[in-house]
């Protein structure tokens, strides 16, 4: 079993950065790909980033590359993305996910956290 916990969210102006941190627990963490996906108000939950297991292999939304990087501390437990050159559209609650093999999609992911809410203003 894995247990996730975003910080990091905030309010931020246009052009701004946020870095968002998910610490996870449990002996397995390592074992898992983990990624973030958001889900702004009214819209589906959408894919951001992902980071393959060892941290070897990244892939990330259109709409975010070149602005967003993922990475991940295994001794530590814990996923980051840093955001920069935010935008009005990047503003959603962003949520860690874990698969138990490598996904961007929200059907396979094995466990969520609860959030963390990022709003860019204009």
């Known amino acids: 079993q894995v247990q996730l916990v975003e910080s990091g969210g905030g309010l931020v102006q246009r052009g701004g950065s946020l870095t968002l941190a998910c610490e996870g627990s449990?002996?397995?963490?390592?074992?898992?790909?983990m990624a973030w996906f958001r889900q702004a108000p009214g819209k589906e939950r959408e894919f951001v980033a992902a980071v393959s297991w060892n941290g070897g292999s990244t892939d990330y939304a259109d709409a975010v590359k070149g602005r967003f990087t993922i990475s991940r501390d295994n001794a530590r437990k814990i996923v980051v993305l840093q955001m920069n050159s935010l935008k009005p559209e990047d503003t959603a609650v962003y949520y860690c996910a874990a698969f138990s093999r490598p996904s961007t999609n929200a059907r396979d992911v094995n466990y969520w956290g609860k959030g963390t809410l990022v709003t860019v203003s204009s």
């Open positions: 449990g002996r397995t963490f390592s074992s898992y790909a």
